[in-house]
């Protein structure tokens, strides 16, 4: 019966276990104290506007760099930010304006449809690459999709420069040109931001939608044609 | 009696230890055959939550380019569901093929639009970006709806049978989605403009396609009486060949434009203007202008069509169609009334042309084809 009862109380015998007074308890409690005296660095509040400003620009300008040189590096992952991606959205769809017919129906994309495709697009290829397992967040990915997408702005500035001096066979064959090597180049930097240990099996499958989507991209640059 | 009562309790403490494991063993095997019974739906959760999705995601890059194979490959032994599927239906698949269907479709339309004016100055590339929007609703569309309504009438029809032989709705799904891969090589060699490449391209399309569909459900629907499950199987493979045609007619949709130049505009006296017409470009698209259509120039001024101007055409020479697109040289007298020509303006009509873009629909039978910019008139 004893042992049945200790059986059923697992922890029975602990409760008479107590520590000897004999035994000396000391030590040293230290509570850190906070920087105080820094306080100042933490707080950005008080900072003139002009250094905000400088700090966030400064940011933006490094992923830039980042992306221009791309190797796997964690700046465009540990600091995301959405300046870059809207800065960029918004000039290249600026500058897909004014082209041909502008009043016409069958004309390029409006300013809101490049929008659309750009944002909704990054949300969609995001979803499927967390669906798929990946373990990068949703912001850092928008952010890393957006700022990809540098080089095709910079590809856009150049064929509007081409098509300035005339839009025959050579010019389209250079816009190709310029154009192929961009999407080239943006579908390389997002890969090597966004590979995922993770996922050696699903590497394919989460590369293909950032192809297409940046492929869709560069198709509205290079179908660009100037107004009358 | 309290120890034949209950036997876990009677065993002694040593004993106790193995009635636990038999317990725990049955546990797993009713988990097993319950999951085998569920057609092993690993659902892991309810579908408002992210686990639910990611269980549809769960496939390989070989899993995913395997069932594409399946699908292109169609044999009369293998149910696309059981031999490629494996209980383990996706949502990968049938979405990034829905969307690369939408942008290739819409791509070389455009491209192809493009080919057929090639070498023609004055035709301006347009790109034509409604037509990803219209073909994204159309595919969506059709990848959703129709497996939506086929599950349910199949569904309905087993009714109270045990659902062994029916599919779940994500397999449904699943297999249109893949059965639709077949169009993405298609509409891209539809950029090559021969008429009967693009009908035998078609065709071979659907029926590829079709038979996907057709050994997918024949199985389940035979059991069914004869009259239901030939109605069904028809029904599936009309809704395809609909939305193959749909997709032709889209990419055939590029709608009427044309240019030409006035080469000269001569005033005979203040009411008689005799104008030439160098080079006339028609453009429709791919569907060629018939033969025997018939051209009206109307002459007007300021915005405004000058009554009853085209009874008084007369039309001096007006040189053969080259192809089906140009027409050379018209040279025509036009006796105009009211004030004095300064300019002039030349719209052509056509009244058999098929396809002409909603924005120039007016109010008269013949159809816009194009205005020719305006020439000041020598007297």
Known sequence: MASAEEASRPFAGLSDVSISEEIPVEGDIAVPV?????????????????????????????????????????????????????????????????????????????????????????????????????????????????????????????????????????????????????????????????????????????????????FVIGWMILTFSPGN | MSASNDPAATAGAPAAGEDVKLDLSEDEAAQEESSELLGGQKSAGGFWTFEYYQSLFNVDTVQVLDRVKGSLMPLPGRNFVKHYLRNNPDLYGPFWICVTLVFSVAISGNLSTFLSSLGDPSYHYRPQFHRVTIAAVVIFLYAWLVPIGLWAFLTWRQGAERQVGGYSFLETVCVYGYSLFIYIPTSILWIISYEWLRWTLIVVAMVISGSVLVLTFWPVVRDDTRVTAVATVVTIVVLHTLLAIGCKVDELGGGVKGSGCLNSCVSINHKMVQIEIAKLNLLNGNMPILKNSCFFFQPYRNGCILSNCSGNTFLHQMSHMINSQMLLLVKMTIKMTGRDIRMMTCLVFSDNVQLAPPELHSTTVHKKLCVIPTCRIHS
């Open chain 1, 34 to 214: 906070g920087p105080s005296t820094r306080d100042d660095e933490f707080s950005t509040l008080d900072e003139p506007v002009k250094e905000t400003i400088v700090r966030d620009l400064r940011a933006v300008g490094n992923k830039f760099i980042h992306v221009l040189y791309p190797k796997r590096s964690s700046a465009l992952l540990r600091d995301w930010d959405l300046w870059g991606p809207l800065l960029l959205c918004v000039t290249l769809a600026l500058l897909l304006q004014g082209g041909a017919a502008d009043s016409d129906d069958q004309g390029g994309p409006q300013f809101a449809e490049v929008f659309v495709i750009i944002w909704f697009g990054s949300i969609v290829i995001t979803l499927n690459s967390k669906l798929l397992g990946g373990t990068i967040s949703f912001f850092q990915s928008l952010c890393v999709l957006g700022y990809c997408i540098m080089p095709l702005t910079v590809a856009l500035i150049v064929c509007r420069i081409v098509l300035l001096s005339g839009s025959g066979k050579v010019s389209f064959a250079v816009r190709l040109g310029v154009v192929t090597a961009s999407f080239g180049w943006s579908t390389f930097a997002s890969t090597a931001f966004l590979a995922d240990s993770h996922l050696t099996n699903r590497k394919a499958l989460v590369v293909y939608p950032v192809f297409l989507f940046y």
